[in-house]
């Protein structure tokens, strides 16, 4: 048992952390969820993307460096630790791209996975409907199939939909198969979000910007080279983005880590500090230190042929929680100025606010852990 | 980088579950609080053959001068079966204390489990456990040890640790500041380790009741409220556990993180092995609370174990202190 880094990945560690000094923009982005931000974080994927540091553990072919887990953890370390900006491209890097590596055709892998890794095309998801949240499988959302046209007809509504407000595509599922029943009769399809028949409604979130939208479809017209795997197998391959989503890749030790030693910062500058605060700081700390030597543990547990499995919902129900708590304790060391928005700690309290709901929220994943973890029956 | 346990730790725990898993140990356990200690001197007698009371010997000595990994390994196995007696002071503590006691209890003799020895290690741990039939009582106070006799006997929760006041004896030697510091951080370790098995059998005792417990025409594992308790402790053992691992690690490189990374993981494994005690006694309800069922076992000695060798206000102390003296602590700094 040892937490040792050979050669190599300290290397490749430190050429990161030498470049983030170098690039990343002393002053914050404007907000990425506004047109002006998602224009300044499209243009900091571009400056990624030039010296490839935006998808470090793609191919290099697409733009990657063949990064391994382990160093992809640690490239994620310096990113935070550096207080580098939020990763617009990162719906599309973390839940599409993995299946288009998976399921994709090496056609659709060499329209869409450059672009998506230099910033040129952001990707939105669409998963969520109206009445299709945690319980994905009742989507409504149908694909009728075109012969003539050589493709599919989407008609429906998605929402929740993040960046969809100012993004160039998306991807989600549509029922392809009207007699079918729930998972069953699923596609996966990719699309323009500039396509005709398609309607945009941001939506404001809590923060106050539009970082969600509706998406309308109004006979929307997919080519089949945008049918992503087997037509009426959506649900399983999507299910792969689900994994991914709850599990390492969407978020890092290291978001946490960085947050937890701000966090520590601000508490040695609040002088007189009451003590159940120092308490709640120390155990925020913990918790991100816990994050960390598990994903170790889980990125030792892969290098050796293993899987995640139902252990990616432990996993998010972990840092999900972890996160609101560190920032709930950063703001009440804030006091009486805990409520200003100038403070980035309530940006990132609002943002962490989000997380024990979205990628299947935490009572599912609680289901989850209890029936496939423990072994306890399925409820009725 | 390789974060878990090796094939021979995975061995070394699979052979003593082997041991343990049919030792009726909470008999074991019940004789021995009311000081019957014969079966339980023979447990600790098997124990020793299987290297258990070698680990922290030096191999001159006949030990194995095993890594603190080993140790936690041993540990959470005395935490899953409720072995009682001084495992953490004689196993742990005593060979390193007594290394420059030329006259005083032989490693040889500890390393073959031929002798027990308890330590008291007041203001941390005042008491010093099993004192009336152990080989040695030591008395550490700051870097003096002392020999010590028993003296008056107090009753934990957990019936089956014996606990004493120490009656201070001539001074044995003075040790160096880093050597009570590394002993008494591994101590903190093992307890933690121990607290991590506990907590494990607890939610597994509790995991079987609930799939066969019928309440309501149906087994109460299928109500979202019960699975959803037990979750949290499946989750909040498996965030624990690489505490207690990483901190293994950075005692057995001598890392300056060292006493940083033992706090965290006692905070953690006291937090997660109470968090499954509490909900093991719900889970059970009534037959939980009973001291004639084996939980209370379990429910009792996590409860001592979270304050032993170190609280957990203690040890979130001195993870502050360690976070914000010196150089700038990144978590992200191997």
Redesign the interface.
């Known amino acids: ?6 050669e190599r ?1 300290r290397a490749f560690r430190d050429e990161a952390r030498a470049w983030l000094r170098e690039n990343v923009p002393a002053e914050p982005l404007p907000h990425m969820d506004t047109a002006e931000g998602f224009e300044a974080h499209r243009e900091w994927e571009m400056t990624l993307a030039a010296d490839r540091w935006s998808v470090v553990s793609w191919p290099t072919a697409f733009l990657g460096r063949d990064a391994s887990l ?1 160093e992809w953890v ?1 490239f994620e ?2 990113y935070y ?1 550096a207080g580098a900006p939020s990763r617009v491209a990162q719906n599309g890097i973390s839940l599409l791209a993995p299946i288009l590596f998976e399921h994709g055709t090496p056609e659709q892998q060499e329209r869409y996975l450059r672009p998506m890794a230099d910033g040129s095309e952001i990707w939105a998801q669409a998963w969520s409907e109206p009445e299709a949240g945690s319980d994905l499988a009742s989507l409504r959302a149908t694909a009728v199939r075109d012969d003539a046209r050589g493709g599919w007809i989407l008609n429906g509504q998605k929402t929740w939909s993040s960046r969809a407000a100012f993004a160039h595509r998306g991807f989600g599922l549509f029922r392809s198969d009207p007699e079918a029943e729930r998972h069953r009769g699923l596609t996966y399809f990719l699309f323009s979000l500039r396509a005709p028949g398609i309607t945009i409604r941001p939506i404001t979130k809590l923060d106050g910007h539009p970082g969600f939208a509706e998406i309308f479809f109004e006979d929307v017209f997919v080519p089949d080279a945008d049918v992503l795997g087997t037509p009426g197998d959506g649900w399983r391959v999507a299910m792969s983005t689900a994994g991914n989503e709850r599990g390492l890749s969407l978020r890092s ?2 978001r946490f ?2 947050a ?2 701000r966090l ?2 601000l ?2 500058a609040v002088p007189d500090a009451p003590a159940g605060l ?2 709640r ?3 925020a ?10 994903t ?2 889980a ?3 892969i290098a ?1 042929g293993g899987a995640i499995g139902a ?1 990616g919902s ?1 996993n998010k ?2 840092w999900s929680e972890l996160d609101v708590r560190l920032h709930e304790t950063a703001l009440d060391l804030l006091g009486p100025e805990a409520e200003l928005r100038e403070s980035a700690w309530m940006d990132g309290y609002l943002f962490a606010l989000s997380g024990p709901i979205y990628a299947g929220t935490n ?1 599912i ?3 989850i ?3 496939r ?8 | ?6 094939d021979e ?1 995975r061995d070394f725990a699979r052979a003593l579950d082997d041991l343990l898993g049919v030792a009726a140990v909470p008999h074991i356990a019940r004789l021995w609080a009311e000081g019957h200690h014969a079966a339980g001197l023979h447990l600790w007698r098997r124990l020793a053959g299987l290297g258990v009371t070698a680990l922290a010997v030096p191999e001159e000595h006949g030990g194995l001068d095993a890594a603190p ?1 080993d140790l936690v390994v041993a540990f959470e196995a005395l935490g899953r079966y409720p072995v009682p007696g001084p495992a953490i002071e004689s196993v742990v503590l005593a060979p390193t204390l007594l290394a420059a006691v030329p006259d005083g209890p032989a490693p040889e003799d500890l390393a073959e489990g031929k002798i027990l020895v308890t330590v008291a290690a007041p203001p941390m741990t005042p008491y010093a456990l099993d004192a009336d039939m152990t080989d040695a009582v030591l008395l550490l106070e700051g870097t003096t040890l002392r020999a010590a006799t028993p003296g008056r006997r107090l009753e934990s929760v957990d019936r089956s640790r014996r606990l004493f006041e120490t009656v201070p004896g001539p001074t044995l030697v003075r040790l160096e500041p880093d050597t009570v510091a590394t002993a008494l951080a591994t101590a903190a370790l093992t307890c933690a380790a121990q607290l991590l098995g506990a907590g494990e059998h607890a ?1 597994a005792v509790t ?1 079987e009741y ?2 066969s417990r019928r309440q309501f025409g ?2 109460i ?4 409220a ?3 308790l ?3 402790v ?2 909040a053992l ?3 556990r ?2 207690v ?2 901190a ?2 950075s005692l057995g490189a001598g890392s300056t993180d060292a006493r940083r ?1 033992v706090a ?1 993981a006692k ?2 494994a006291s937090e997660a092995a109470y968090r499954a005690s509490r909900a093991a006694l719900q889970a059970h309800g009534a037959i939980g609370y009973t001291e004639e069922y084996d939980l209370s076992l379990w429910i009792t000695k996590i409860r001592a174990l979270v304050s032993a060798w170190g609280t957990p ?1 203690h040890h ?2 001195e ?2 202190a360690a ?2 003296t010196g150089r ?5 700094d ?1």
């Open positions: 048992m040892n937490l040792d880094l050979d990945v382990l640690l370390e310096e630790r030790p290291g880590c960085a937890a030693d520590v910062e508490w040695s120092g308490d700081v120390a155990d700390w913990i918790a991100a230190q816990a994050y960390r030597l598990y170790f543990g990125v030792t547990r050796e252990d432990a129900i972990f009572e994943q609680r289901n852990v209890a029936e973890l423990l072994g306890l029956p399925r409820g009725r | 980088m390789r974060f878990a346990p090796t730790q990994a939610l995991v609930v799939k149906r087994v594992g299928e109500y979202q019960i699975k959803h037990l979750a949290d499946r989750v498996d965030f624990a690489p505490l691992h990483g293994a690690v990374d965290a905070v953690s206000a979130r102390a993870l502050l976070l914000t700038p602590t990144h978590a992200s191997l």
